[in-house]
């Protein structure tokens, strides 16, 4: 029997007015932390950038449900906005990308897209892809054996999909029933590898029953599926019943990085068409048809968020650089056990010791 809830879908989700304008902003805000930053790496402030553009909202519905404080996150070099979404700010993301000496995700240490935090919970990958998908069930095996309820959650693409950590880390899950949500975002290309060409089948949540554990595909653009998905995986994490793989089909809206032109690989009536896919307006279409968004309250929300950017853009560069000193902070012990300083090495090719 068809159901009679004329609800809005947001509600049946139990998500409020005030939830998906939040989820909105969000959206809207990581989106113009991305283009402030092109605009920076072309301006030679920042050396390099991977986008996010077009995976903003599965990003934020998949890590809407997740606990701040409680829960963990293990991001992959696209989530500027499941890492501001988790709790980074757009200070953070930038003054990451700046490698600025206080940068909350590795002191500068680290290359652009390396997110991280420890105030929250949220691990910094490391550059081979795919391993912070084993962390995040290092962390769900820790909360597991201490009885903590705590779920983590982790991102990669369709391409790091086929890496063979992420087949030990889904297989430990399944096996040891741990609270994990593994998040697949799928934009359909791995740098310049189309789908078709690098994932056998065409799903990476099909691989899901070998491991034991529901595999969902959802549409990436749409912001409400996405975190249903989430909800409900979290839902199940929290309850004991143990992993979910979730397949967002995303488009990227962007080049690979600002090292890639996708031109060279993907015909511009195909790029040209992923506009129509855009979460940003679809979402915002959905929220005006329910009489959620109003002209006046996007053009208030949109200017807050250029406000924000701009002061953000601005403190972070005005921020402290790196000092030689800081080199060695987190490589060697200090004091280092014996006695002693750490003593750098002597320069390469130096006159003959």
Same mark, same amino acid.
Request: proline share 6%; charged share 25%; glycine share 12%.
């Given at each position: 029997?068809?159901?009679?809830?004329?609800?809005?879908?947001?509600?049946?989700?139990?998500?409020?007015?005030?939830?998906? +304008?939040?989820?909105?902003?969000?959206? !809207? !805000?990581?989106?113009?932390?991305?283009?402030?930053?092109?605009?920076?790496?072309?301006?030679?402030?920042?050396?390099? @950038?991977?986008?996010?553009?077009?995976?903003?909202?599965?990003?934020? #519905?998949?890590?809407?449900?997740?606990?701040?404080?409680?829960?963990?996150?293990?991001?992959?070099?696209?989530?500027?906005?499941?890492?501001?979404?988790?709790?980074?700010?757009?200070? %953070?993301?930038?003054?990451?990308?700046?490698?600025?000496?206080?940068?909350?995700?590795?002191?500068?240490?680290?290359?652009?897209?390396?997110?991280?935090?420890?105030?929250?919970?949220?691990?910094?990958?490391?550059?081979?892809?795919?391993?912070?998908? !084993?962390?995040?069930?290092?962390?769900?095996?820790?909360?597991?054996?201490?009885?903590?309820?705590?779920?983590?959650?982790?991102?990669?693409?369709?391409?790091?999909? =086929?890496?063979?950590?992420?087949?030990?880390?889904?297989?430990?899950?399944?096996?040891? =029933? +741990?609270?994990?949500?593994?998040?697949?975002? =799928?934009?359909?290309?791995?740098?310049?590898?189309?789908?078709?060409?690098?994932?056998?089948?065409?799903?990476?949540? #099909?691989?899901?029953?070998?491991?034991?554990?529901?595999?969902?595909?959802? %549409?990436?653009?749409?912001? +409400?599926?996405?975190?249903?998905?989430?909800?409900? #995986?979290?839902?199940? &994490?929290?309850?004991?019943?143990?992993?979910? +793989?979730?397949?967002?089909?995303?488009?990227?809206?962007?080049?690979?990085?600002?090292?890639?032109?996708?031109?060279?690989?993907?015909?511009?009536?195909?790029?040209?068409?992923?506009?129509?896919?855009?979460?940003?307006?679809?979402?915002?279409?959905?929220?005006?048809?329910?009489? @959620?968004?109003?002209?006046?309250?996007?053009?208030?929300?949109?200017?807050?968020?250029?406000?924000?950017?701009?002061?953000?853009?601005?403190?972070?560069?005005?921020?402290?650089?790196?000092?030689?000193?800081?080199?060695?902070?987190?490589?060697? #012990?200090?004091?280092?056990?014996?006695?002693?300083?750490?003593?750098?090495? &002597?320069?390469?090719?130096?006159?003959?010791?």
């Amino acid at each position: 029997m068809a159901s009679t809830d004329t609800r809005p879908r947001h509600a049946e989700l139990g998500l409020g007015d005030a939830d998906v +304008l939040g989820m909105y902003r969000a959206m !809207l !805000l990581a989106r113009a932390v991305d283009e402030r930053m092109w605009l920076m790496q072309r301006a030679g402030k920042i050396a390099f @950038i991977i986008s996010g553009q077009g995976h903003e909202g599965a990003q934020v #519905a998949t890590s809407w449900p997740m606990r701040k404080g409680t829960d963990w996150m293990a991001p992959y070099y696209r989530s500027i906005a499941s890492a501001m979404t988790f709790g980074m700010s757009a200070e %953070d993301i930038i003054t990451a990308h700046l490698a600025k000496g206080d940068d909350v995700s590795s002191g500068g240490r680290q290359m652009p897209g390396h997110y991280g935090g420890a105030p929250y919970n949220i691990i910094s990958l490391s550059s081979p892809v795919g391993t912070q998908v !084993l962390h995040a069930v290092g962390i769900a095996m820790g909360a597991w054996v201490r009885g903590d309820d705590v779920v983590a959650m982790t991102s990669f693409g369709e391409g790091t999909a =086929n890496q063979g950590e992420i087949h030990e880390a889904m297989n430990f899950a399944g096996v040891h =029933n +741990l609270p994990v949500i593994f998040v697949c975002e =799928n934009n359909g290309y791995a740098i310049s590898v189309p789908l078709e060409r690098q994932v056998a089948g065409g799903s990476v949540a #099909a691989r899901a029953a070998g491991y034991g554990m529901p595999g969902v595909v959802v %549409d990436g653009g749409d912001v +409400l599926a996405c975190y249903g998905a989430a909800k409900e #995986a979290h839902d199940r &994490a929290k309850r004991g019943e143990g992993p979910t +793989l979730i397949e967002a089909r995303v488009v990227r809206l962007t080049s690979h990085s600002s090292d890639d032109d996708q031109r060279r690989y993907r015909d511009p009536s195909e790029v040209e068409a992923l506009k129509e896919r855009d979460p940003i307006p679809m979402f915002a279409n959905e929220l005006r048809a329910n009489g @959620i968004l109003t002209d006046d309250g996007e053009e208030t929300m949109r200017a807050e968020v250029k406000a924000e950017v701009n002061e953000a853009s601005k403190r972070a560069e005005a921020r402290p650089e790196p000092t030689p000193d800081d080199a060695h902070e987190r490589v060697y #012990a200090d004091p280092i056990p014996g006695g002693g300083t750490a003593v750098p090495l &002597a320069p390469v090719g130096g006159g003959g010791q």
